[in-house]
C-alpha cells in the first residue's frame, strides 16, 4: 500500500481537473470555489487505501474516491446555509461568499456530479452503498435539526445521529473500495465497522475542537455550536450533570438570544469544564478510536497495511485540525 500522501497527491490532482462547464457561471464558480479550499480528504483516501489493501487497483477506484468526496462537500455547502456558519477552512463559505441560493444550488449540482463519479465504477453493489449511506447522512442532518428543539436528546440519540450523519460516510468509504477490489462480504464488512467506530471518534474530536481548537488550524470560528445550542455530546452530558446554580446558568446561556458571542462562548466552555465533560469526551473518543482497530486487526492484509490503517485511526481521533 501506498503513503496517505501519495493517494492524496492523485486525488487532489483529479479534482483540480475536474472540467465544470463554463457557463451558467454563477452555477460551477461557487463549486469550483469551494473544493479549491482543499480539505483533509480522508474520505477519498480511505476509498484508495481500502481498495489497495484488498488486492485491487487503487487507480480503479479513482473515480469512485473523487465522487465521494464531491458529495462529501455537496453536504458542507448545505450544512453551512442551515448552520448559518460563516467560515469553512478558514475561508468565507459559499453561501455567505455568494448567497443562499446558490449554496443550495450548487451544491444539488455538486450530488449529481458526485453521482456521475460513482456510476463510472459500473458497480451496481458501489451505487447501492452510496445511496444507502447518502439516505442515511439525510436522516442524521434531520435528527441534528430536530434535536435542536428538543432538551431530553439523550447520549444514545446523540450517538446514533452523529453515526448517520458523519460516520456511515468513513464506512462507506472504506467498503466501497473493498467492493472495488472484489474483497470478501466478511472483509468488507469488517473495513465498514472499522470506519463507522473511526468515523464516531472522528465527530466526537470535532465536538472538542468546535470548543477548545485554535480556529487558525480548525478551520472554523470556535464555539459554533454553543452558540447556535447545538446538542454535541458536551452539552447533552452537561444539561445531564449540572445542578443547582449550574443547572440555572446552563439554562440561562440557552435561552439568552442577546448575548455577546464571545460571553456565552466563554460562559459555557467554563461550565463545562466545571463539569468535567471534555474528558467524558475523551474517553468516548478513545473507546471508538479502539473499536477501529480492533477491526482493522482483525482484517486478512498485510501488517504494513494494518499499520497505515491504525496509525491514521489513531492520527484522526487525536488530530488538532
Known amino acids: 500500500m501506498k503513503t496517505f500522501q501519495h493517494y492524496l497527491d492523485i486525488i487532489n490532482q483529479a479534482i483540480a481537473a475536474i472540467p465544470y462547464p463554463e457557463r451558467p457561471h454563477q452555477l460551477y464558480e461557487p463549486i469550483s470555489y469551494h473544493m479549491a479550499l482543499g480539505g483533509k480528504r480522508v474520505r477519498p483516501v480511505l476509498v484508495m487505501m481500502a481498495c489497495d489493501a484488498m488486492g485491487g487497483n487503487f487507480l480503479e477506484a479513482l473515480d469512485a474516491a473523487v465522487g465521494l468526496e464531491m458529495f462529501h462537500n455537496f453536504t458542507l455547502l448545505h ?49 447501492e452503498l452510496f445511496n444507502k449511506t447518502a439516505i442515511e447522512i439525510y436522516e442524521g442532518q434531520q435528527w441534528d435539526m430536530d434535536y435542536e428543539h ?40 469488517l473495513l465498514y ?25 480548525f478551520g472554523k470560528e470556535i464555539g459554533g455550536d454553543i452558540m447556535n445550542n447545538k446538542k454535541t455530546f458536551l452539552l447533552i452530558n452537561a444539561m445531564q450533570l449540572a445542578q443547582g446554580d449550574d443547572a440555572d446558568e446552563l439554562r440561562h446561556w440557552l435561552n439568552d438570544n442577546y448575548a455577546s458571542r464571545d460571553d456565552k462562548v466563554a460562559g459555557v466552555t467554563a461550565m463545562y469544564e466545571r463539569l468535567g465533560v471534555r474528558e467524558l469526551a475523551e474517553e468516548a473518543i478513545a473507546r471508538y478510536n ?28 487525536g488530530r488538532t485540525y
Not at 467560515?87 to 453521482?115: E, F, Q, Y
Not at 472522528?202 to 470548543?211: C, N, T
Open 79 to 127: 450544512d453551512d446555509v442551515m448552520d448559518n456558519a460563516d467560515v469553512r477552512r478558514g475561508k468565507p463559505t459559499v453561501h455567505r461568499r455568494w448567497n443562499d441560493n446558490t449554496a443550495i444550488l450548487s451544491g444539488d449540482t455538486m450530488l449529481t456530479i458526485a453521482t456521475q463519479y460513482i456510476a463510472r465504477t459500473m458497480s451496481w453493489p458501489v451505487m
Open 290 to 317: 479502539d473499536m477501529a482497530v480492533a477491526a482493522f486487526n482483525q482484517l486478512k492484509m498485510n501488517e504494513d497495511d494494518k499499520t497505515a490503517f491504525v496509525a491514521l485511526a489513531n492520527k484522526l481521533s
Open 193 to 217: 465497522d472499522a470506519g463507522v467506530n473511526m468515523g464516531l471518534a472522528f465527530q466526537l474530536r470535532d465536538d472538542v475542537l468546535d470548543v477548545w481548537g485554535d480556529p487558525k488550524t
Open 150 to 189: 428538543r432538551n431530553d436528546v439523550t447520549v444514545a440519540e446523540y450517538i446514533n445521529m452523529i453515526r448517520l450523519k458523519t460516520s456511515v460516510l468513513l464506512g462507506c468509504a472504506l467498503k466501497m473500495g473493498a467492493l472495488i477490489a472484489d474483497a470478501d462480504d466478511s472483509q468488507a464488512d
